[in-house]
């Protein structure tokens, strides 16, 4: 018997039988459409974060002042040091051959003002690399200068989401904003950027000449944290220990024998922690996925079992006027081959209505891959092939004498 007279009578016979067939594709469908949607859930999510960490800038390395721990996945100082200063960032420029940009920064959340509008705010002191080695880029207006930082000027870059509070639809180009009590000139707004993974809100952020927030707004001489460009991402390890190096030098901490007084936060390392979640999850959605998957296969296999017994009279006579038994096992494995496909195509649609309806309420970033689907289906007819080799087993050893006379 041809493949195509096989398949027509395949369909013709999955029709005549259409609410178990219905039963079997929905109970794989469900499977399916469980697959698609962790999986675009996932992918998403794993986008996402590395598109985060991408616009953070991938050769960077954080040094905090103290230490710093995690609290419900955000960064916090557990103490407050005040050994980090400018001189570090000379020492570590010029002592450590594998950096590229030093960038100095002192922050603090402050009430900002402007008319009847008050708010708290980020407000971080930077030098004018902060802006290129962080990917920062200007909506509108224009960036300090390395000169309006040495004369320690009164010049405000805002956040988009801190622009948008206190100005909402006006041009915030020239308006003078309060921080605390002294008056800025804001004279640039920044495109948004959204959350880093630690929660901080790149656009709620108010950005001023370094030397204006340590001698005009906080008054100190000392920074939180000095942000470091690596040459190139192969050189991240080498210059975490330069820069570990350095420090603990300059600081006089091995001749005092005492631990290090500051914290080193490599991109890299958040890179690959996000990569290690990301396969955690993925082994998650495989150990799901396998539940359904086999609950969707039992069904089939349930229902061509059930074919197999009600079809024993049209087995039998197939066999007396010279079937072979290879064209019986055929016959039943590419029912349970298309009630497979079936059942991959109904949930596909159901998993790609829902991801969709997912990133449509929730705001979560949906990322659906072609070659996913792809392998959603054929997985979905292996399932089909593989749970219905023992009813099309079955069937090919029928003796049809007996399965006449049964009839």
Not at 8 to 22: E, P
Not at 259 to 264: A, L, Q, S, V
Not at 266 to 286: G, R
Request: with cysteine.
């Amino acid at each position: 018997m041809t493949i195509t007279k096989t398949i027509k009578i395949s369909f013709k016979q999955l029709l005549i039988n259409r609410g178990k067939s219905f039963f079997a594709i929905i109970g794989l469908s469900i499977g399916i459409a469980s697959v698609i949607t962790m999986v675009a859930i996932g992918d998403g999510a794993k986008e996402e974060t590395l598109n985060q960490l991408d616009q953070l800038g991938t050769n960077l390395i954080t040094v905090n002042a103290g230490k710093i721990k995690s609290v419900m996945q955000r960064k916090q100082n557990t103490d407050l040091m005040t050994t980090l200063k400018l001189k570090d960032c000379e020492v570590i420029l010029n002592s450590c051959p594998s950096i590229k940009e030093v960038v100095p920064s002192l922050e603090g959340t402050i009430k900002v003002k402007y008319g009847n509008t008050t708010t708290s705010s980020m407000v971080n002191g930077v030098t004018t690399s902060y802006f290129r080695i962080k990917n920062f880029t200007l909506e509108k207006g224009e960036l300090f200068t390395q000169m309006d930082d040495k004369q320690s000027m009164r010049l405000a870059v805002l956040g988009g989401q801190i622009s948008q509070t206190l100005f909402e639809n006006e041009d915030p180009i020239g308006k003078t904003l309060l921080i605390g009590k002294v008056p800025f000139t804001i004279i640039g707004v920044l495109k948004s950027k959204g959350t880093t993974i630690s929660g901080s809100n790149l656009d709620a952020q108010v950005l001023i000449p370094l030397s204006t927030a340590m001698r005009r707004i906080y008054n100190v001489n000392y920074l939180n944290r000095i942000f470091i460009e690596v040459t190139s991402q192969s050189k991240m390890k080498d210059a975490e220990d330069e820069i570990v190096s350095a420090l603990r030098s300059n600081h006089r901490l091995d001749l005092k024998g005492k631990e290090n007084d500051f914290t080193i936060d490599n991109q890299l390392t958040d890179i690959q922690a996000s990569e290690s979640s990301a396969q955690s999850f993925t082994w998650l959605i495989v150990g799901v996925s396998a539940i359904a998957l086999l609950v969707g296969g039992i069904g089939i296999l349930a229902v061509m079992l059930l074919s197999v017994r009600e079809r024993n009279s049209e087995i039998g006579l197939r066999l007396s006027v010279g079937a072979k038994r290879r064209d019986i096992v055929w016959q039943f494995l590419v029912e349970s081959s298309i009630l497979g496909f079936a059942g991959g195509l109904t949930g596909f649609t159901i998993g790609f209505v829902v991801s969709e309806i997912i990133k449509y309420t929730s705001q979560w970033h949906i990322s659906m891959s072609p070659i996913s689907v792809v392998i959603s289906l054929l997985f979905s007819i292996f399932i089909g092939l593989i749970f219905g080799v023992i009813p099309a087993q079955k069937a090919s050893r029928a003796d049809p004498i007996t399965a006449l006379q049964k009839e």
